[in-house]
C-alpha cells in the first residue's frame, strides 16, 4: 500500500499537460475488439485501468502496443480467441470495464464470461442494465459461482431499448453491441456526455452508422463489418477540473494543457462563481486563485450537460474556505459522501443530509441515502493521517493536505493511479513538498 508524506500550506505553481479521458481511453479499447483491421489510438494516459483493459485484450488474443511517452496505442484484433476464466478474474477484479467486453466478444467468439466487477465503492452500479440491454439484443445469460456467461446462439440483432436513467456504462453497452447487430437499434434516455460522443466518432470511423437526436435518443443502423480506427482521444475533463480545484484550495496557479473550454463550460461557470479565475488559451486553461476571499455556491451534479459528480470532490476541498455556506446536491451516485470524514478530521465543517438541498427533488430524496452536502466555510485545514477511500475521493484528500497546516500522511493512494496518470510526477511539477512511498 503505496503513501505519501505532504508538507502542506504551499501554493501550487506551475503546468500539467493531460491525455485521453480515462472514461473514453478504455472504451475506445474495447471498440478495437469490433474491428477486422488494427486500430491506432493517440494520447493513451499510462493509467492502471489502461494497463488492465490492455492485460484482457491481450488474454483475448488482441496484440497491444503502448508508448507510455508518446501515448501511442495500437491494437491488433486479428487473432481474437476465448480466454481463460481464471485469467480473466484475475486480471479484471479492480475494474468495472469487462463488463462492456460482452457485447464485441459475443459478435468475434459467440460467448464471453464476465467476473465479479470492480471500481470505486461510490454507489450502486447495477449491471443489470448491461444484462438487460444485451438479453434486448438476443444474449442468453447464464449466472455462475465465479461470474456471468453470456452466449448468443441465434446471432444479436438490434433492438428497442429504453434506459430508466441515462446511464454512461449502459449507453457505451449499447453502442458496442449494436453496431454490427442484424437491424437497427432505437436507445432512448441515452447518456450524451462528450465522452459518448467521441466513442461514437470513433465507431463511425470503424464504418458504424449512428444518429444522435437532441432528445437523447441514439439509433443505430447495424452494418456486416467494422474496420480499425486511427483517433486521438478527447482530453480528460475530470483531471483537469482536478487540477483546478487544487489550484483554488492551495491559493495556487495551475495551467492545465491540453484542457478545452467547450467541454467544460459547465465547471468554468461555477469556478467563476465561486471567485476563480481563468484564462483560455490555444492550447489550454490557466487555474488560479484570484487572491481574495472565496465564494459560496450551491451545486447540483447531474448527467452531461449538468456538473459532473467527479467535479465536485476536489472542489469541495476549495470550498472549506469559501466565505458561507456551500451546498452541493449529489444526483447521480447515492454514497459519494464518505470522503468528507476526512476532510472533517482535518478541520472542516461539513454536515451530510438525506434530503435534496439546494436543488430540484432526485430519485435518492425518497430512498434514505445520505446525497446532500453544507459546506461552512472559510475553515482552517491541518494535517491529518488519512486513508484514500476511492479515486477522486482520494484526489481530494492530496489536495486537501497539500492546503492543509502540517505534515500529512496519505495511504492507499496507489488507487488514484487509476486515473491520473503520473499525478506524483505532476506534484513535483508543481512544487509540492512530498515524500513518496511505494
Known amino acids: 500500500m503505496s503513501q505519501i508524506t505532504i508538507n502542506g500550506g504551499k501554493p501550487l505553481i506551475g503546468r500539467v499537460d493531460l491525455k485521453g479521458a480515462k472514461n473514453l481511453v478504455t472504451k475506445a479499447m ?28 491481450e488474454l483475448h488474443g488482441v496484440k497491444v502496443e503502448h508508448d507510455p511517452f508518446t501515448g501511442n496505442m495500437t491494437l491488433d484484433p486479428s487473432n481474437v480467441e476465448q480466454a481463460r476464466i ?14 462492456l467486453f460482452c457485447g464485441p466478444l459475443l459478435h468475434r467468439l459467440g460467448e464471453a464470461f464476465i467476473p465479479g466487477l470492480g471500481g470505486c465503492e461510490i454507489g450502486d ?14 444474449a442468453v445469460i447464464e449466472k455462475l459461482s465465479t461470474g456471468t456467461r453470456l452466449s448468443a446462439p441465434d446471432g444479436l440483432r438490434g433492438a428497442r431499448i429504453s434506459l430508466p436513467y441515462p446511464s ?33 466518432s470513433i465507431l463511425q470511423k470503424m464504418g ?19 474496420k480499425g480506427f486511427t483517433h486521438r482521444a478527447l482530453f480528460d475533463r475530470n483531471e483537469a477540473a482536478s487540477w ?17 473550454q467547450v467541454e467544460m463550460m459547465t465547471f468554468l461557470n461555477i469556478y467563476r462563481k465561486v471567485g476563480g479565475q481563468f484564462e483560455i488559451e490555444d492550447d489550454g486553461i490557466r487555474f488560479y486563485h484570484p487572491g481574495s476571499p472565496l ?14 459528480t467527479d467535479w465536485q ?105 487509476r486515473g491520473y496518470e503520473r499525478f506524483i510526477t505532476k506534484l513535483g511539477d508543481l512544487g509540492a513538498d512530498f515524500e513518496f512511498k511505494a
Not at 465564494?295 to 459532473?308: E, Y
Open 30 to 57: 474495447v471498440a478495437a475488439l469490433l474491428g477486422e483491421t488494427k486500430s491506432i489510438l493517440l494520447d493513451v494516459p499510462n493509467i492502471s485501468d489502461v494497463e488492465v483493459v490492455a492485460r484482457l485484450l
Open 86 to 99: 481464471v485469467d480473466i478474474d484475475t486480471h479484471a477484479g479492480s475494474s468495472r470495464i469487462p463488463i
Open 125 to 138: 452500479r447495477p449491471v443489470d442494465f448491461h444484462f438487460d440491454v444485451l438479453r434486448s439484443f438476443g
Open 168 to 200: 454512461v456504462g449502459a449507453t457505451e453497452q449499447v453502442l458496442l453491441t449494436a453496431t454490427i447487430a442484424e437491424g437497427v437499434t432505437e436507445l432512448t434516455g441515452a447518456a450524451i456526455e462528450p465522452e459518448i460522443i467521441d466513442l461514437i
Open 208 to 226: 458504424a452508422v449512428i444518429s444522435v437526436d437532441t432528445d437523447r435518443v441514439i439509433r443505430i443502423e447495424g452494418v456486416k463489418k467494422l
Open 244 to 260: 483546478a480545484a487544487a489550484a483554488l484550495a492551495t491559493e495556487g496557479d495551475i495551467f492545465v494543457g491540453g484542457a478545452s
Open 295 to 308: 465564494q459560496p455556491v450551491v451545486i447540483q451534479t447531474d448527467v452531461h450537460p449538468g456538473f459532473m
Open 313 to 417: 470532490q476536489p472542489l469541495v476541498v476549495a470550498l472549506t474556505q469559501a466565505q458561507g455556506l456551500s451546498i452541493v446536491h449529489e444526483t447521480v451516485y447515492e454514497n459519494r459522501f464518505g470522503f468528507t470524514d476526512a476532510l472533517n478530521q482535518m478541520g472542516a465543517k461539513i454536515q451530510i443530509y438525506r434530503e435534496c438541498l439546494g436543488g430540484n427533488p432526485c430519485r435518492f430524496g425518497q430512498r434514505n441515502f445520505n446525497h446532500s452536502a453544507v459546506v461552512s466555510g472559510p475553515t482552517p485545514l491541518h494535517a491529518a493521517d488519512i486513508r484514500v477511500p476511492d479515486l477522486r475521493g482520494g484526489f481530494s484528500h492530496v489536495v486537501a493536505a497539500l492546503a492543509a497546516e502540517g505534515t500529512s500522511n496519505v495511504s492507499n493512494v496507489q488507487l488514484i493511479s
